[in-house]
């Protein structure tokens, strides 16, 4: 028998790193969780143990830390073109440098009108997040997105005609919550952007899109979402969104003797609809 | 030998509740994870299975809904009164009724300078909780506070002067990270309150004197905040808070032949600190 | 107006703590999570910022692992009583010194008849408690437990004969699932115990008994629980148990023409029933 | 500008389902966690809001505990195969369905020599997974495995020898705790197999391997328990293994006069290793 090695990686997870720019006016604060890897001609390690061509995770981890002191980056997409430039500029036996970003955002903290200029609270929950790849024939890949930003609707979500066979019991509904734990990627179609304002103008046209949507499914919200982002935003190429269906559940309250005109749910974690998909531009 | 039953309680827990005010402006979205329980005299049902004087607790998940729909609360206190008053009411056997609260906010979606009047997202990381007993002799005991709000300050605070012993490494810094993730309870001084009024003086005053204190410690820091909000809202007696200090480390880049001028921290989650205290009012 | 601070205590936790004992036949591995704490007089510190009779939390991290190098207890009760001495002995401010100690279960690997002496996984979820406080007055008090058991009864479980109010729509039943997720905390009636063993013997009488119990309801089963342990070991002299309800319920198949007889079941975390009570030995 | 729907799915997740068999000498206990999921023409769905192909999610649900209950199905692989020939039989618009299972594994509860047939806890952490797709050409695709499996070295493993760049900190070793979180999924080379019978064989061959190697890094174990289980198990057509290092740091307590002879660690979870690779038999 022989066995060969096939697809791998290594690299460093969870490199958590947390940066204080100290200007006048006020303090600005960043905090990004960083995974590196590497992709490559490694087989001798993986099946003799010969590491002399094994980078140390812990050194890709130093790494980090180091070109976040040099670094003049102002976006996740910036500061991941550097890991990856730096590993692949360094490593000759690597065919591939990846780098993921995962942002928890900072803001001043407020109390009434007054703003803290050196004081901070979490933003919110949504997550931004940035993937990029860097081959060692020069090809870069990447892609932003964000993850856990909650949204709901309650109104102008209905969910009827659908299929129905011998196990559907699904009741039709023109008034239903639409909630999810939205989750989204996109691909430029240029380089040389400004990240972070690409990435708001993205955003904006997601979340309008979602708010304002006559939703006639999941489906059909996710499309108006993307196909809103696309055209709103030309140096998008590509916006892929996953929306969980977090059900919401009308409670029956006539054992009670209670009407309940769409006001008292259940919000429920488990079971969820998954609905997921890709929109591209087209030339 | 002989045996007795000694302090006890039943009840239901994560009741979610999700209630939609349809107002014309705009809808308003209340989101609520309740618990409820009994104490009294169940001492047959645990030794003997007698369940002649238990109330189910899929019947107690029945009332929060019920209630919720027949309801004029606008604060999470006033329904836990409301609930704890009708378990009081209708189980004779029970000696003391309890509910306990925790909201997740929800504030209507924005994009740009536009507002959805029907499109949420949860307004942060915050919880809003409340505690209400009501024991059979008519006795209420409350409390209201919140958790899991991320507090970080990158000015004035410094740690210095402490207790050294030969198992200490620590050095002296007279400027460093503190960072928190604040779990508040407080008790009030008299009933009949606007409580969401309350709460949000509360709050702003436990914000303000964490973001301007010159923090010598944890634990000044603490008193602090605790000391402004029984100064800045007459009907608190009482303010107990939970700072664990979640660690925020200057990383090291001497080896690289790299300064670090207070720029570049890990934040850290284990170990912590835990700083916790009570602060009351005199007369 | 005048404050004073209240109760208050300070420390550090989550320190984690992995020890490898290297006997010749086989090591061993123990993995605990430790949580240490002063309370006292410190309202100095907490009012003025004199931190002079401040122990920083990262020395009483330290002293976690430099008595775990010099201690030779092999139980968490006797590793917590190390630890609250020496906080008693070295802090004169302190009044009261507690360990809280939770630990992750590791066992041989094995495959198949094979058991490997170097090599090692979880032995569960169970994570074994304990907890100690001394004063500085010599006063010592501790407890034992778990958390983190997963228990399911398949037969000998029934729920009927309960209050019925009009919010009651609960079918009774004299067949169901019993599922929950055990904690428990007991308290010895002496001291110098050999704490592994009666923590063994007291495991084995709840589970026993959870495992035989005709059970009428969960609040009968824990009170079973607790009074054969009671009774299995006599140095015991307090047992507390929650039993949260996790609640399987019975899929109805009969819109799609099939029976269900106790076989199909939704397992569910939320709403859960939550039952905890104290049962104490008389003499 | 012109947009189309890329790649898409949406099916149902997280439905769980416990399966309890009564035989006569003793109950088995089954729990498993279901995604079924469809992929085909839906564009009209996505991009008009036409439901009439669309299959409710909650239909989707329904049918898991519809199979079920008439199932037969002693594996995870056969019980999913039924699932998606039962979405392709019936949807004609779809190209592909696929389901994923997670189980989690239950066992009697024993006390001492006693084991109580109708009483259960869980087995351990790791969950064994599956996953099926089957087009609606008659193509079909499964993979098995585990997740959450802890394993950890106390011996026979080194990391020296490898590559130091500028950046390198890390000091070599010849005796380090290797720890990991192991996540495994493999192929087979035929169908019609007993699939239990062979999880149990590659289960054993990985652990076996992990136990005994004298490892030289991470990626050199990872290796070796992949071809030890190709060895072992033929109808295994390639491994996939995610072996996250763990680091266990030794605490250094020379400052406290103490050596630290390999026995006091402190075990982390962040920042960690990641390695992961594929191995497959050839010709």
Redesign the interface.
């Known amino acids: ?22 200007e006048e006016d006020a ?1 600005r ?1 960043t ?1 990004w969780n960083v ?1 590196v ?1 590497l992709e490559g001609k ?1 087989s001798e ?15 890709m ?3 980090v ?2 070109l ?3 670094s003049d980056a102002v976006s996740m997409e910036s500061f991941a073109q550097e890991l990856v430039s730096h590993f692949i500029d ?2 000759p036996n690597a065919d591939k440098a990846g780098a993921r970003i995962v942002a928890t955002g ?1 803001k001043h ?4 009108e ?1 703003q ?1 200029t ?5 933003h ?2 949504k997550h931004d997040t940035a993937v990029m790849t860097l081959s060692s024939t020069g090809d870069y890949a990447s892609s932003s997105g964000f993850e856990d ?8 979500s209905s ?12 009741k039709e509904t023109d008034d239903r ?1 639409l909630g999810t734990l939205a989750k989204a990627q996109w691909k430029y179609n240029s380089t040389g952007l400004d990240f972070n304002a690409s990435r708001l103008r993205t ?3 997601l ?2 899109a ?3 949507h006559h ?6 919200t ?2 108006a979402m ?2 809103a982002a ?2 709103a935003v030309s140096e998008l190429a ?1 916006v ?1 969104l996953s929306l ?2 977090k059900h ?1 559940n009308l ?1 029956d ?1 006539a ?2 003797g ?1 009407d ?1 005109p ?22």
């Open positions: 028998m022989s066995v060969v090695l096939g697809e791998n990686r290594y690299g460093k997870s969870r490199v958590r790193l947390l940066k204080v720019t100290r303090h604060v905090e995974e890897w490694f390690c993986f099946q003799h143990g010969d590491n002399s061509r094994i980078l140390p995770t812990d050194t981890k130093n790494t830390y180091s976040a002191r040099s360094t490593n900072w903290l407020a109390a009434g007054k803290f050196t004081a901070f609270t979490h919110g929950e930003l909650w949204l709901l609707k309650t109104a102008h969910f009827a005609g659908y299929l129905k066979d011998r196990l559907t019991t699904l919550l955003e904006a046209a979340i309008e979602f708010a304002v939703s006639l499914s999941v489906q059909q996710l499309y993307a196909q696309l055209e590509e892929h969980p269906n919401c409670v309250l054992p009670f209670q309940n769409n006001q008292i749910f259940v919000p429920t974690d488990e079971p969820h609809g998954s609905i997921e998909a890709s929109v591209r531009r087209t030339n």
